[in-house]
Structures are given as structure tokens and as C-alpha cells.
């Protein structure tokens, strides 16, 4: 893994910190809760309802601490200090598939705050790896099973 700075909108930031609220005032007391409840039902040995909501509190415990982990490495990017001449994380695109003609806007984002649904994408994902560091005008090839796609960048921009 690697142990330096994680580069984050404070967009992301908060979700992740939303996150971990969640995790550890909702969902670790029901866990608790669960926990209490099946212990009083008998011999512990052979409960496997106890054996389960003790599992899903590891599971639990285990992703909060990684939360905690990467929000105590992250650093926020000022989005406003990235120039837009080319694509770079948190751009703003507006490209054209040259298959048919559509047109179709990403937003370019580190892992972990892509949302594939809204075309906000990874800068890890096929897609945004091809983009970056194009310019207007330039053609972006990007490899799928079907075969290539090929998206024209008409424009780039910050919100």
C-alpha cells in the first residue's frame, strides 16, 4: 500500500467523512445491539446468529479503520489552481464519439470519488487514463473488448 498523501476534493473528503459517521453512530451500535440480543439467547458455542453479527462487527471495525486510515492521509487539491489547457484530475470534458456523433461530458476524478452512473470517472478508469493529458481537439483512443472507441475532446473546463 502505498503510505503517501491521497489527493482529494474536499467533495470527497466530506463523503468519506460522511461515511465513517455512518459507520461508526448507525451502523456500529446496530451491530452492538445484534450482538447483545443473540447472547442472550443461549449457548454462545452454537449460535450461529451470534457467530454471524460478530463476523459482520469485524467487517465493520475493519472498514472504519481503513476510513480512518486514508482520510488521515488525504490532502485536499485546490481544483481551482489546475489549468485547463489540457485534461488533469477534476477537469471538466465534453467529448464527441466519433462512432455516431454523441456527445458525452466526464468529470475526471481520483478513485474513490468516481460515480460511473453520472460520467464522473476515475482518472485510474480506461477512460480517464486516455483522456489525460490531451487538448482540445485531440483524439482519445481507448481500448474496450469490443474493440477501440474514439472520443474527440471539444472542451475542457472546471466547474
Do not use: C, W
Request: hydrophobic fraction near 40%; avoid cysteine; proline fraction near 4%.
Amino acid at each position: 500500500m502505498n503510505d503517501g498523501p491521497i489527493n482529494m476534493s474536499k467533495g470527497g473528503i466530506v463523503k468519506l467523512e460522511n461515511e465513517l459517521k455512518n459507520l461508526k453512530f448507525k451502523e456500529r451500535p446496530k451491530i452492538v445491539a445484534e450482538i447483545k440480543r443473540t447472547m442472550e439467547l443461549g449457548d454462545l458455542s452454537e449460535n450461529a446468529e451470534y457467530h454471524a453479527a460478530k463476523e459482520e462487527q469485524k467487517h465493520l471495525e475493519r472498514k472504519i479503520a481503513q476510513l480512518e486510515l486514508k482520510l488521515s492521509r488525504v490532502q485536499v487539491v485546490d481544483v481551482d489552481a489546475i489549468p485547463t489547457d489540457k485534461v488533469y484530475l477534476f477537469a471538466n470534458v465534453i467529448v464527441k464519439d466519433e462512432s455516431d456523433g454523441e456527445e458525452i461530458e466526464f468529470k475526471i476524478v481520483p478513485p474513490g470519488e468516481d460515480d460511473a452512473m453520472n460520467d464522473i470517472i476515475s482518472v485510474q478508469s480506461p477512460i480517464g487514463t486516455a483522456l489525460l493529458g490531451k487538448k482540445e481537439g485531440e483524439t482519445a483512443e481507448i481500448k474496450v473488448p469490443a474493440g477501440i472507441i474514439k472520443y474527440k475532446i471539444l472542451k475542457i473546463y472546471r466547474d
